[in-house]
Each structure stands twice: as structure tokens, then as C-alpha cells.
């Protein structure tokens, strides 16, 4: 298995351009997408620990088609979520019908919250496409509540020609701007994939300071 700090090591192929409206029709399949496996579903309903264990306020940026904020509102939070493909918002909207659960087309590095704060921010899968991580990191934390949290779910795909960021970056631009940073190895459960994964995925949890 690659480790981060192997990845810190080697360079990144660059994030490719997606078409993320064109790949909406299909984006479900994919296991950890659409969660529609009952037991993907509840691997990662099980990793919502990583949101308060009361009802909270969520922001998730680049939801997809919404799965877990799904999640989420079934666990009794309440959520917005953003993406930036009018197509997922468009899927994200179905599937949240009747939730507590808005969902609004927007960038993730600068959503339309119109100065809202949150006692969790949940980014799956895009830090790692933004241009500027460091700006988009510190904006994430300014809107949280104090001692909110924000969780980053990212990892470095692939071993020939890897993509992603390893958990070291993402851990040490963290460091000085939050109360603590913690992270956590996802490669390990393959339920959360649906299937066993030889690369490096994880999270990153940051806390806001009070």
C-alpha cells in the first residue's frame, strides 16, 4: 500500500478537467457514490462519527448526488450541500426531497452561503482538484462555529500514475490554523469501497478553535 509519505515524495499527475454533468447519470454506480450497497450505506453512516453526536448544522461541499447528506439527515442533522454540476444538484435535490436538506449550485472553495457558519463542513474528493488549497482550507475553517469541525475525505488513487494529495499535505496546512488535526487510514475497510483498495485513502478531521 502507498503511504502518504511516500506520495509527499513523488509527484502527483496533475487532476484531470471532469465534465462532472456529463458523468452525473452514472456517478451512483460507482459503490462509495451512491452507497446503494446496505452494507457500503452503513460503513459509512458508522464514519459519521466524525460529526457531532447531536443534532448540527452541515455544509457538505462537492455533494454529488447528495448520498451523504443522505446520510446525514437520516442521523437527524440538517444539511446544505453544494456542488458546482447543476446536474448532481439536480440529483442531490431528488434525493433529498422532503429531508431537511437544501442543496444549492455553487463552487465548494467559495460556496453561496451568504455568511452562514456550521458546526461541521464535510469535503469528499475535491480538495485535492482546487488550485488554490491553501485559500480554500482557511476559508472552510472561517465558517465554522467555534470548536466546529471540518472533515476532509481524500487519499492519493492509484500507483503508477497516482492522483490525489497525501494526508502530510493536507495535515500540515491544518496544523496552524485549527485546535487540533486528526487523521484517520480508510484504506483498511473495504466496505467503505466495495471492494479491497491497495491505495492510500483517508480522512482528516480539523477542529475550529473556540
Known sequence: MRTSEDATNRDMAPPERVDSDAE?????????????????????AARLHWLPDHPCELLDLGCGTGSMSLLATDQGHSVTAVDLSPAMVDLARAKLAGRAARVLVGDAAAPPVAGRTFDAVLVRHVA?????????LAHWLSLLRPGGRLILVEGVWGTLSPVGIPAARLTGALAPLAAHVRHEPLSGDALLWGRQVEDDRYAVVAAARS
Do not use: C, I, K
Not at 26 to 40: C, K, N, Q, S
Not at 128 to 136: C, I, R, S, V
Open 24 to 44: 452525473a447519470a452514472a456517478f451512483d454506480d460507482e459503490p462509495d457514490h451512491g452507497l446503494r450497497d446496505p452494507a457500503v450505506r452503513g460503513a459509512w
Open 128 to 136: 485535492w482538484t482546487l488550485p488554490d488549497l491553501d485559500g480554500a
